[in-house]
């Protein structure tokens, strides 16, 4: 069954520091995602990509964040300046139209 | 924004109960989708929900969604340690892309 890789599964960061998570959605999804889960709370949404631009993004989506799908497979979430309440896990999910598929996470920690 | 609202919070049955878990919320939504998430893990899709009413079973899990389209539970029968887990509930709004999801059930099974 076509799965969302993520990278890495764990990512330790420095307070201020940038990090970039990366995905490959699945090969004929059209729809590319990225969500966070802050631990022991529900999944919220970040942003969504369609057709090379941001389509939605949330309030959480500020300038401290940005996406990008860079070649034909990979698509990423860059933190910049990370703070510690940046903490948690980051889901990628891809779609068709309907059907969701989400990533295993990266785990991300600021320190 | 949008809320879903999911209860209970917890749970805690005996290997073989039946288990019944439920959403509500005051936006009507066009997809309900009902996730469950292993520790560590991203969620996984376990039931979608496309028109008003209706009824759909995968195994032992039964979900509805509300006429309203407010409104959605699911059932698990005869459960197992395997069930044991976070079940969330998603909604996806008319000619949106995103989700928006539940606080989510923690489900604990005793043997």
């Known amino acids: 069954e076509p799965e969302v890789t993520q990278t890495p599964s764990h990512q330790v960061t420095q307070m201020g520091q940038e990090v970039i998570l990366r995905c490959v959605p699945i090969?004929?999804?059209?729809?590319f995602y990225w969500y966070r889960q802050i631990l022991g709370q529900k999944v919220e949404f970040l942003v969504s990509?369609?057709?090379?631009?941001?389509?939605?993004k949330s309030e959480i989506f500020d300038d401290q964040f940005s996406v990008e799908r860079p070649d034909g497979s990979n698509f990423t979430l860059k933190i910049r300046s990370t703070k510690l309440e940046d903490s948690a896990m980051y889901f990628c999910a891809s779609s068709e139209r309907y059907g969701y598929t989400f990533g295993s996470g990266t785990r991300l920690t600021v320190v | 924004g949008q809320q879903l609202n999911q209860s209970p919070q917890s749970m805690f049955i005996q290997e073989g109960e039946d288990v019944s878990m439920n959403c509500t919320s005051s936006?009507?939504?066009?997809?309900w989708l009902w996730y469950k998430q292993d520790p560590g893990e991203g969620p996984v899709l376990l039931i979608a929900l496309y028109k008003a009413g209706e009824l759909t079973s995968n195994g032992r899990l039964t979900a509805q969604f509300g006429i309203t389209r407010k409104d959605s539970f699911l059932n698990i029968s005869a459960s197992i340690p395997s069930d044991v887990g976070i079940y969330f509930c998603a909604g996806q709004l008319w000619g949106a892309q995103k989700l928006v999801f539940g606080q989510g059930t923690r489900l604990t099974i005793n043997p």
């Open positions: 990509f369609y057709n090379n631009e941001i389509s939605e």
């Open positions: 936006s009507i939504f066009n997809t």
């Open positions: 090969s004929n999804h059209l729809y």
